[in-house]
């Protein structure tokens, strides 16, 4: 067994020396969510259904490229990366059929990883359920397996796939993420969480089509769990840990009546179908369902428009070739017919509903159900099954505990499901830049404060002006935080998402060069990560095969950090086979502690402690100053300094990316040590030798290039005495562009103000 690399003590965690990491993670990669072989973006239709026939060996990225990757991204200042992985990935061809080249293909590359000295933690990813409802996750089979017809999910607007759409390049934005509301994603997350509850008549192979579900689940993540614990050169160095299934959705159960849009469903755009009429529409009946748009104050109706399947229904019909995948479907779930409608819910021969609040109580007790009842009973109990599972192979991983997105975690603080190795892992995203695609300077919405009942009306959570939008995301995150400390007791919390779109303003940036709204953007959301002493993050996300035309290559999706269309941020000094010390740690001008002229260190003075060779790097410093540069990606936003590794507690940090300062207030129980001193990351294009300054409160420090398997970043070491320390490093400062659409911002606040004023 390899040895630790990190722990938890309590809501942080430690290294070897003890001292406090902070994880700066970024996802890896999102080209992960769609197969290499046929290499299938969500905009692609040909050979869509033949899903048992791919394969994701290539994926996120070639062993060829893994360097490449990996490089960059350490040189970006990133340690940590969250692994993204899909069932569908383990498991394409069928039930209990694992793709072995596959697996040894991840294998390849967390072993390329790991040289880098990344910490990683796997991610079983999904969303909206898999790539033939809209997203990705589960094979295909999972849906023929409930009694879906992939075929149909178009005409019925049971999920809507953008392989599918008639014109792919015109896929509504963000239209994705209201497939959680159709019919598909309904059926299938309600049969996964709840199948023995709320459809008992779903037996497959002798089992509830809950238990058929989650066993196989969890069987393909112990299966790829077990390959890298026989590896025996990957376990808890890199991967410290095991995230849960990614983004869990309750489908149906806890709807007080199906027949009603649910008050807690924030989320509307494009058509919007009650339950009740997704039910009739997946079984071919026409329904003139509500249209709704997204504004700045949210979702808003729209209009109507006429959904007519023409008869054609998404249950696979009576005469379908059910032993395909060798299972054998119980006689008393019959095909070519709504599993809704075997269960009573309603009459297909007089197209009624009749129990409209089939899923508002527990069968089993009659308990009232709610979202929270969910997520501490149903949720909760394939967690645990989960959960049992990793510890059964690697019994002290970290566990990366996801609760479904934005809502109350579970209660289980001084239980037994209070893990000292848990993480609370929650989401973040601005969603009125996400789906707007628009960074608005002037005004925003505490969604979360709105959520949580903090407000008496909507207009009340408006907050204007850029200081009180990032002060606001960092009162969000920090609420997230705390309330995950409240429910599941003290553990470190890791947003394992949070990023921006980089196609904002109808692709402004891409056509002028301007990216000051994404850095605008980006900023704010990484000022609000430092303000709210979250333990990490990962940024969502890296795209090995991001462009300008496609995004993401993923419905349309555009928040990759790294493009093939962009301009690189300027590599680091050193070459790979640079095998240099950069400092000289017994020469006398190494930095000497408690002196007067080295607590100061301006440009004047910086050569008095560091060598003439260390102040010029090898690269081209006028490409760091060329103004051409500015801009490139955002890169200004997101490379940007952390502490790495704190000797004593982190109190806390900040990045001012304005004008180029980078603080760091701590405690320290005792001196540091020699060889461990607190680390902080030192990005080289906002800090370069030459013209960075340091003030610290007290010892010694260095700034140096490190490399580590070809790639190369600066650090700042700092040595320094007991009790509340502090540092202040001043780079270069660089003029950031000016807002986009001002004006236009101002008159639509106006008209969102209004219109909030009237919701009560």
């Not at 900023?523 to 035309?549: C, I, M, P, Q, R």
Request: proline share 6%.
């Amino acid at each position: 067994m390899a040895p630790f690399r990190l722990r938890i003590d309590g809501r942080t965690f430690r290294d070897a020396d003890n001292r406090e990491v902070t994880l700066r993670g970024i996802n890896v990669a999102g080209d992960a969510k769609f197969p290499a072989k046929p290499d299938q973006p969500s905009y692609v239709a040909e050979d869509f259904f033949n899903g048992d026939n791919v394969s994701f060996v290539g994926r996120p990225f070639s062993v060829e490229e893994a360097h490449t990757h990996f490089a960059r991204l350490k040189r970006w200042g990133y340690n940590t990366i969250r692994y993204i992985f899909t069932w569908e990935a383990i498991e394409a061809a069928g039930p209990g059929r694992y793709d072995e080249e596959w697996i040894q293909h991840t294998i390849s590359v967390l072993r390329i990883a790991k040289t880098y000295g990344f910490y990683i933690f796997m991610d079983p990813h999904q969303d909206v359920w898999s790539r033939f409802s809209g997203g990705s996750g589960a094979p295909m089979w999972t849906l023929y397996a409930c009694g879906l017809d992939p075929r149909l999910f178009d005409v019925t607007e049971a999920a809507l796939v953008q392989n599918t759409y008639p014109e792919p390049e015109k896929f509504p934005k963000m239209i994705w993420a209201t497939n959680y509301t159709r019919l598909v994603c309904q059926v299938m997350f309600t049969l996964f969480f709840g199948g023995k509850d709320f459809a008992p008549k779903a037996i497959i192979d002798g089992k509830n089509i809950q238990d058929y579900l989650q066993d196989h689940f969890i069987a393909a993540c112990r299966h790829l769990a077990r390959r890298i614990h026989e590896a025996g050169d990957l376990e808890y160095d890199p991967i410290i840990g095991w995230e849960s299934l990614n983004e869990p959705n309750r489908g149906l159960i806890s709807y007080q009546d199906l027949t009603l849009i649910p008050k807690e469903q924030k989320l509307q755009k494009g058509t919007s179908p009650t339950a009740w009429q997704a039910i009739l529409t997946g079984s071919g009946r026409a329904c003139e369902i509500d249209t709704w748009d997204f504004g700045g104050m949210g979702p808003y109706k729209s209009g109507t428009a006429l959904i007519d399947p023409e008869g054609r229904s998404v249950w696979l019909s009576s005469d379908h070739y059910d032993s395909r995948y060798g299972w054998k479907r119980d006689p008393g779930w019959k095909l070519g017919e709504c599993l809704w409608a075997q269960h009573g819910i309603w009459d297909p021969e007089t197209d009624t509903i009749l129990k409209k609040d089939y899923f508002a109580k527990n069968p089993q007790n009659g308990d009232k159900l709610d979202y929270e009842y969910f997520t501490n009973h149903y949720y909760m109990a394939h967690y645990r099954k989960y959960n049992a599972m990793v510890k059964s192979i690697f019994p002290d991983a970290l566990m990366f505990f996801q609760p479904p997105v934005l809502e109350i975690p579970p209660k289980i603080k001084g239980t037994e499901d209070d893990d000292p190795n848990m993480i609370f892992a929650p989401h973040f995203y601005d969603g009125i830049t996400l789906l707007t695609k628009k960074w608005n300077r002037v005004w925003n919405i505490d969604v979360f404060g709105v959520l949580r009942g903090k407000y008496l009306t909507p207009a009340f959570a408006i907050k204007i002006g850029e200081t009180a939008i990032r002060n606001c995301f960092a009162h969000q995150l920090t609420a997230i935080r705390q309330e995950g400390t409240d429910y599941m007791g003290i553990h470190p919390c890791v947003f394992t998402e949070i990023g921006i779109p980089y196609d904002m303003d109808d692709k402004h940036a891409y056509k002028t060069g301007d990216y000051s709204s994404q850095i605008a953007a980006l900023d704010a959301n990484h000022f609000a990560l430092e303000a709210s002493k979250a333990n990490g993050f990962t940024l969502w996300t890296y795209v090995t095969t991001n462009n300008h035309e496609w995004g993401d290559q993923w419905n349309g999706e555009d928040l990759s950090i790294y493009s093939v269309d962009d301009r690189q941020i300027p590599g680091a000094s050193i070459s790979r086979n640079d095998s240099r010390t950069s400092f000289d740690t017994t020469s006398p001008s190494y930095s000497q502690a408690q002196s007067s002229d080295t607590l100061n260190v301006s440009p004047a003075n910086l050569k008095q402690t560091l060598s003439t060779e260390e102040m010029t790097p090898r690269g081209s410093r006028e490409q760091l100053r060329d103004p051409d540069l500015q801009g490139f990606r955002a890169a200004e936003a997101f490379v940007r300094p952390t502490p790495i590794a704190t000797h004593g507690e982190n109190v806390s940090f900040r990045f001012d990316l304005r004008n180029c300062t980078f603080s760091l207030a701590l405690t320290a129980p005792s001196s540091t040590k020699e060889e461990a001193p607190t680390i902080a990351f030192l990005p080289e294009f906002h800090f370069p030798a030459g013209s960075t300054s340091v003030e610290v409160s007290g010892g010694k420090w260095t700034i140096s290039s490190e490399e580590q398997s070809g790639a190369v970043w600066q650090v700042l070491r700092w040595w320094h005495a007991e009790g509340d320390q502090t540092m202040t490093v001043k780079g270069v400062q660089r003029r950031q562009g000016a807002a986009l659409g001002v004006e236009e911002d101002l008159g639509y606040l106006a008209q969102c103000q209004e219109r909030a004023c009237t919701v009560m």
